[in-house]
């Protein structure tokens, strides 16, 4: 059975970095993208990019290009998503996703980042 | 970018028909995916390539996918169905994942 674990919750102040990560069990690591999207509080979900586990190829949306770095480690099947030059509208829960037959079949449980002075 | 519109806003009486739309350019050439978010969880897959459910969900659930719009409709529909709502396809020009904006379902 596919299980997707994110880290706790993070408080970080403007200007600083957070790293989520997200464990993987229950199917071949490297055989599927991980995918991470954002939802600020009570607003929609955005997808912020995509990390391939086998080669490490990375696609990410304009918004975060110049801020995200995404990564694995595929000895303990855990993907990282790490945002730098946090502010405040970056508060909101990120969750990394895995796909199966095109769409989103399976979610972390979500990782709320809090950015607070 | 590629932009999926999706009203705010639906509401419904227990035992009628929802229907939320997701209109996008010629969105009827591409895959669609639904998604139900429950106030704290994680949000949840209820409709994959167009019109295909998810083992476990309840077969009151249905999509379509043609021209401009795509539509995801809930049978008799239920207080436990009251949730938000969001549209998903794989932008083909840019690789990209696109969201809709998100329908709230009010069941009344």
């Known amino acids: 059975q596919v299980h997707l674990v994110q880290s706790w919750a993070e408080v970080k102040k403007p200007g600083a970095s957070v790293k989520v990560s997200c464990k993987a069990s229950?199917?071949?690591?490297?055989?599927?993208?991980i995918h991470w999207v954002r939802q600020a509080p009570g607003q929609g979900l955005e997808w912020m990019g995509r990390i391939n586990p086998n080669s490490g190829g990375t696609n990410f949306a304009q918004k975060f290009q110049a801020r995200v770095t995404m990564t694995t480690d595929t000895y303990f099947s855990t993907a990282y998503m790490e945002l730098s030059r946090l502010g405040f509208d970056d508060t909101g829960v990120y969750y990394c996703?895995?796909?199966?037959?095109?769409?989103?079949?399976?979610w972390g449980q979500g990782t709320l980042v809090s950015v607070s002075s | 970018s590629y932009v999926l519109t999706q009203p705010p806003s639906v509401s419904v009486a227990p035992g009628k028909t929802a229907r939320i739309t997701c209109g996008g350019n010629n969105i009827g050439s591409t895959s669609v995916h639904w998604y139900q978010q429950k106030p704290g969880q994680a949000p949840l897959l209820v409709i994959y390539y167009d019109s295909d459910r998810p083992s476990g969900i309840p077969e009151r659930f249905s999509g379509s996918n043609s021209g401009n719009t795509a539509t995801l409709t809930i049978f008799r529909v239920e207080a436990g169905d009251e949730a938000d709502y969001y549209c998903q396809v794989s932008d083909s020009s840019s690789d990209h994942v696109v969201f809709g904006g998100g329908t709230k379902l009010t069941v009344l």
């Open positions: 996703a895995r796909v199966e037959r095109g769409s989103f079949f399976y």
């Open positions: 229950g199917y071949t690591f490297t055989g599927y993208h």
